[in-house]
């Protein structure tokens, strides 16, 4: 009876402990299936992590001489005359194109063609023909109301 006296009986602490045992092991197991690959549909699955937007870039070549004056104008010119950067005439400002205008066309398209002030000779596009440098004086002084004739495209 003394061997039994002498046995150390649970104490209300280790209940908890006890019972932690068990919920650790449940809760690794859990953990150990979700670990697992996931059978199903690769398609499916594909579609569900697809990025929202997709971008995609098209170089379109153009054969030299053959842009018009408001592709040329999109391309080109309208980075700094449609905002005005660098203090260039916005497009369809009458009041600032009114003195360019008077110039004349040929001036203006000796400016463009070897560049004024920060814009560089050809407005940096290098590429343009003689032509389309005409159309592109004559696309955008049309638009602040000069009435210049462009160069047309052949065809």
């Known amino acids: 009876m003394s061997a039994l006296r002498n046995r150390p009986t ?71 005359h449609a905002a005005g950067a660098l203090n260039a005439p916005k497009t369809g400002d009458a009041a600032a194109w009114a003195p360019r205008i008077a110039q004349g066309f040929d001036t203006l398209t000796k400016h463009a063609t070897e560049g004024i002030r920060q814009m560089p000779p050809r407005g940096g596009a290098a590429d343009l023909t003689d032509t389309e440098v005409q159309r592109a004086v004559a696309y955008l002084a049309n638009s602040g109301g000069a009435k210049f004739t462009e160069p047309p495209v052949a065809k």
């Open 10 to 80: 649970a104490s209300p602490d280790s209940l908890p402990r006890r019972a932690a045992l068990p919920a650790l092991a449940l809760i690794a197991a859990l953990l150990g299936a979700c670990s697992q690959p996931q059978q199903g549909d690769p398609e499916a699955r594909a579609s569900r992590i697809e990025p929202v937007a997709k971008i995609s870039l098209k170089v379109q070549k153009v054969a030299p001489g053959s842009r018009t004056g408001e592709q040329i104008y999109q391309g080109t010119c309208a980075g700094c």
